[in-house]
């Protein structure tokens, strides 16, 4: 596969999982500074656009619609959803040639209609759109994608996406300290809550719930399973093993943070949330540069030299 549809296939992944994640962290926050008198604005706001990777202006107070405009509708910054659903949607006209014309539809219908202001009453309306037109996107893959390279690629940048996304999500827990979101509310915005009282059958509790969305195995939306996924997306996509070990950059990373999660004991992770989702944030970071280096090298320009030079 050329290197060029490997790298739009990966990032097609990578979008739609980034707006179907800041939908969800989104839909969370922005109700809970709405119901909650008590959340200093300003501080809460300020915090979540940090925690999703935005600029921060420094001479203004910060309001929940400020946000809802950056990290929603503004074309132009890269955290946003608008911008993720245009960036799926350019990488989908450059793989063309691999694109499904079903994915295609999907994904210009759905940039042709992002809206570029959303009102108050119609905000969890407008994530609850993006969360189904992100499906929409995956369902077609899922369905009526061959399990090659393609198919290979799209899953690896959306599994390396979730991880990072989920860990966004639980460092926002602490966002508020003791007005932050529920551990409920937080299992709710992942579509976790139903299959945590499958696995826990009981009151969702701090442990319980860390522990299902960091290590649970069998859950799609854990950063463990996102994680085992991703290595296993590299391990088919190169299947030469190596008897000596690991010795691709981008496996050993995902190795590294995967046996982190796994061995250390959750009562530890759980002191100190963030700092821990800020290693995962930075491992899939590192992995992705690691694979972008490996199967999407940057190659300059040819420079055409006269034949009488």
Not at 183 to 207: D, F, H, M, N, Q
Request: aromatic share 8%.
């Amino acid at each position: 596969m050329l290197s060029r549809i490997a790298e739009s296939l990966f990032w097609i992944g990578r979008y739609i999982e980034r707006s179907d994640g800041t939908a969800r962290i989104l839909d969370v926050h922005l109700q809970l500074l709405l119901e909650d008198p008590w959340i200093e604005e300003n501080l809460a706001c300020r915090s979540l656009l940090s925690v999703m990777g935005a600029e921060v202006p420094d001479d203004r107070e910060i309001s929940r619609a400020d946000v809802l405009a950056l990290l929603a509708v503004d074309r132009s910054e890269p955290a946003s959803i608008a911008y993720s659903l245009g960036a799926a949607r350019e990488n989908a006209r450059r793989a063309r040639e691999i694109v499904s014309s079903e994915l295609w539809e999907c994904l210009n219908t759905t940039r042709a209609r992002m809206p570029r202001k959303v009102s108050g009453d119609k905000v969890h309306e407008f994530f609850g759109w993006v969360r189904e037109r992100s499906a929409l996107a995956v369902g077609i893959i899922e369905s009526a994608t061959s399990r090659d390279e393609a198919w290979q690629f799209f899953t690896l940048g959306r599994s390396i996406e979730r991880a990072d996304m989920t860990a966004r999500l639980l460092a926002t827990r602490s966002l508020t300290e003791a007005s932050g979101p529920s551990w409920t509310t937080i299992l709710r915005s992942c579509g976790a809550y139903e299959a945590y009282l499958r696995t826990y059958r009981g009151v969702p509790s701090a442990k319980n719930a860390a522990e299902f969305l960091l290590l649970d195995r069998l859950f799609p939306r854990s950063i463990l399973f996102s994680v085992r996924r991703a290595e296993a997306c590299m391990r088919d996509i190169d299947p030469r093993a190596d008897r000596s070990g690991t010795s691709d950059q981008a496996q050993r990373l995902l190795g590294q943070i995967r046996s982190q999660l796994e061995y250390r004991p959750i009562a530890e992770i759980l002191d100190d949330l963030p700092h821990h989702m800020d290693s995962v944030q930075l491992a899939t970071s590192a992995a992705s540069e690691a694979i972008r280096q490996r199967y999407f090298p940057s190659n300059a320009a040819p420079n055409w030299v006269s034949e009488n030079s």
